[in-house]
């Protein structure tokens, strides 16, 4: 492939793990081991690339209106993946960022997650966020409730609010807003991922079901990218 402009920061909302094990005719659980599998080939994708974030979404605040069983096996998921891959993250110099709120999560998956936090919190190659239990106006909610605490404690008149102050209560503090927002599986919504940092991201959705989108699919969607005209309002 030639030289691409690549996105500082890439979000993709793997999307289509039940429909692929129905195709099949095999149980829900097994799309979203399919899925798990395709992570890795994408985090290493994005290292080699140079792009600075890479965000993932696991698992929403709506995702707990799912059968019991299917909620459990993405957290076993989640463990394994944690477990088995913590010390790649760290030898390869990626570091790991959450989004959403850890603290509803398992116990035991709140301590792996503490465990590959603190093993990669002084890389510095690429980010990898992982949103867990998150939703988009959730986490905006969280950042103006902290945003007013900050405020009030500091004695600030609101009218003096600017967008830094906001941002840095975000789960994404410090990082580049979104470029690329990637949705496979042939739907074509946000379902409530980084609605604040999205809000002037390019778009590329894709037919292709999360387990089967590979490394060229990525590639196609980057070079994509690469072509388009960004103007952020202007001409």
Not at 179 to 194: A, K, T, W, Y
Not at 206 to 216: H, Q, R, T, Y
Request: net charge negative; proline share 3%; aromatic share 8%.
């Amino acid at each position: 492939m030639d030289t691409i402009n690549v996105p500082r920061h890439v979000a993709i909302i793997m999307d289509g793990n039940g429909r692929w094990a129905k195709k099949r005719k095999l149980p829900r659980s097994f799309g979203h081991k399919a899925g798990a599998s395709r992570v890795q080939e994408i985090i290493e994708t994005s290292g080699n690339m140079g792009i600075e974030v890479l965000s993932l979404y696991a698992f929403s605040t709506e995702n707990w209106k799912r059968p019991e069983k299917e909620v459990e096996n993405i957290m076993g998921l989640l463990r394994h993946y944690l477990k088995n891959n913590s010390n790649d993250l760290r030898d390869n110099g990626i570091r790991l960022n959450i989004l959403g709120k850890i603290e509803d999560l398992p116990l035991d998956l709140q301590e792996e997650l503490k465990i590959a936090l603190s093993k990669t919190e002084n890389n510095d190659k690429m980010i990898l966020n992982i949103a867990l239990n998150y939703g988009g106006q959730d986490e905006i909610l969280r950042a103006c409730q902290k945003t007013m605490e900050d405020f009030l404690q500091q004695g600030k008149d609101p009218s003096s609010l600017e967008a830094e102050d906001f941002e840095k209560n975000l789960d994404t503090q410090g990082q580049p807003m979104v470029d690329l927002l990637i949705r496979p599986s042939g739907e074509f919504r946000l379902s409530n991922f980084l609605l604040y940092q999205c809000a002037y991201a390019e778009f590329w959705f894709s037919d292709i079901l999360w387990p089967d989108f590979s490394k060229e699919e990525y590639l196609k969607a980057l070079e994509d990218f690469s072509k388009r005209q960004r103007r952020f309002g202007g001409i």
